[in-house]
């Protein structure tokens, strides 16, 4: 029984590690991605905006929530809370979601978006 015990619990260690080591090599392929298609216009070290708003912060913020921002009317009338689900289509096809928006970056690829969003869900 004891030995049983222990071989569940040695699983469920390598498993948990497995996930956390995952998780951040998503993150950290996911700053490559952010740095190479997003950092033109967008930065997530600072509060300062580019030609799009800042990004620091953005998991869990209302689209159109950078009061130094000028958003599109479109964004700022979504009534959109940025979550993992919601930037996923976002990125997906931007006016697909917010007819209006001045977004054009579009990201096909899953995995890449997955990858950028768990890189922005750290900052």
């Not at 298609?37 to 070290?45: E, F, I, L, S, T």
């Not at 930037?87 to 931007?94: E, K, V």
């Amino acid at each position: 029984m004891m030995s049983t015990l222990k071989q569940i619990s040695a699983a469920a260690i390598a498993t948990v590690l497995l996930v956390l080591q995952a998780h951040a090599q998503d993150a950290a392929d996911g700053q490559r991605l952010f740095q190479q298609r997003c950092g033109a216009c967008h930065q997530v070290d600072s509060t300062r905006n580019g030609v799009g708003p800042h990004l620091q912060g953005v998991i869990g913020r209302t689209a159109g929530g950078v009061e130094s921002f000028r958003y599109s009317p479109a964004m700022q009338g979504s009534g959109i809370n940025w979550d993992a689900a919601q930037l996923d289509i976002f990125l997906t096809n931007p006016a697909g979601l917010v007819r209006g928006t001045r977004m054009t970056q579009r990201f096909a690829k899953a995995d890449e978006r997955k990858a950028i969003i768990e890189f922005l869900a750290t900052r």
